[in-house]
């Protein structure tokens, strides 16, 4: 039997949204969403493309085509951001979402055993993946304004460096976040944070906050090994104050997860984050959400994610 003729969509899925960033990964995102375009015709898969002129478009048309009824699926190609520009959209719509990962670190496709550069594996997912019901964070501003991230919220030394990176116009890709981190470590001191976890608060100085619903982001660093993303809580990652050379030290043992057992590094679960420094612009899912104060917290199955067929989550 020819793959063509074989049951091509998951039950309850039959009318498809694409979104495309195509800037994602050094721009390969673009050329991969065709291929996706391309055999979505070629398996007679009706698809509607969602992609807009900027993200705040994209977010509208897909929220538009939810509450139309045109969709009953996501399709998402591009990196860490498209994923949070889909999550944004999608949040507590209970319209699953599958990733195409085609940015540069993927962390959110990683958590979900999803094929990287394979474009026609991506769309079999339509047909042989599993639904997963997972957390988002919701985080909300003075001003009222509401956002959402799946992945990890940045709020110390790692937010200034991505704050930086996004004022360089000159280099592109990981050289940006490479050249912002050698030009803020000489002049980075500690920020007095004001964290209240759950009614709980946690003064004093540190050097890196992070908010976790994923144990990745920034490309496989595993900055909360342990977050689990069904499990109706978030972890904050706070790593206290440290001298440079130790901070050094310390800060690149993030990629492997042994960041964990330096005496400076807590890790608190919680439900409700408030989170508050001075100076601060936070990021999520490696996108800028703004600055602090930001109050986060966990909404229990709020999204539906297409994993790979016998992947197991960091959750399960």
Request: aromatic share 4%.
């Given at each position: 039997?020819d ?23 050094a ?9 996706v ?12 493309d ?54 540069t ?147 690149p ?64």
């Amino acid at each position: 039997m020819d793959r063509h003729d074989e049951p091509q969509l998951l039950p309850g899925i039959s009318r498809i949204g694409l979104v495309i960033n195509p800037t994602a990964g050094a721009r390969s995102a673009g050329r991969i969403g065709s291929r996706v375009a391309a055999e979505l015709r070629a398996r007679q898969i009706p698809f509607i493309d969602l992609t807009g002129a900027d993200a705040a478009q994209a977010v509208r048309q897909i929220r538009e085509a939810v509450t139309a009824g045109s969709i009953d699926c996501l399709v998402a190609v591009g990196g860490d951001g498209m994923v949070n520009l889909a999550v944004n959209a999608l949040a507590e719509s209970q319209i699953p979402l599958l990733i195409v990962p085609a940015g540069t670190g993927n962390d959110a496709a990683a958590a979900f055993g999803l094929p990287v550069g394979d474009p026609v594996d991506a769309v079999d997912l339509l047909r042989t993946g599993v639904p997963h019901t997972v957390d988002a964070a919701r985080v909300t501003g003075t001003d009222g304004a509401v956002t959402w991230f799946i992945g990890v919220l940045a709020g110390g030394f790692d937010a200034i460096v991505n704050e930086r990176a996004n004022s360089i116009s000159w280099a592109r890709g990981s050289a940006k976040y490479t050249l912002s981190a050698l030009l803020e470590l000489p002049v980075f001191t500690p920020i007095p944070y004001r964290i209240t976890i759950d009614g709980v608060v946690h003064d004093g100085g540190a050097m890196l906050v992070a908010v976790a619903n994923n144990v990745s982001y920034g490309g496989g660093m595993k900055v909360v090994p342990s977050a689990m993303m069904d499990d109706g809580l978030l972890d904050v990652l706070i790593l206290s104050e440290l001298s440079k050379l130790t901070f050094i030290r310390v800060f690149p043992k993030v990629f492997s997860g042994k960041h964990v057992t330096h005496p400076a590094v807590r890790i608190i679960r919680g439900r409700r984050i408030e989170l508050d420094a001075p100076g601060i612009v936070a990021y999520a899912d490696g996108e800028r959400i703004g600055p602090l104060p930001r109050i986060v917290e966990v909404v229990p199955g709020a999204m539906r994610i297409i994993a790979a067929r016998n992947h197991r989550l960091s959750t399960s």
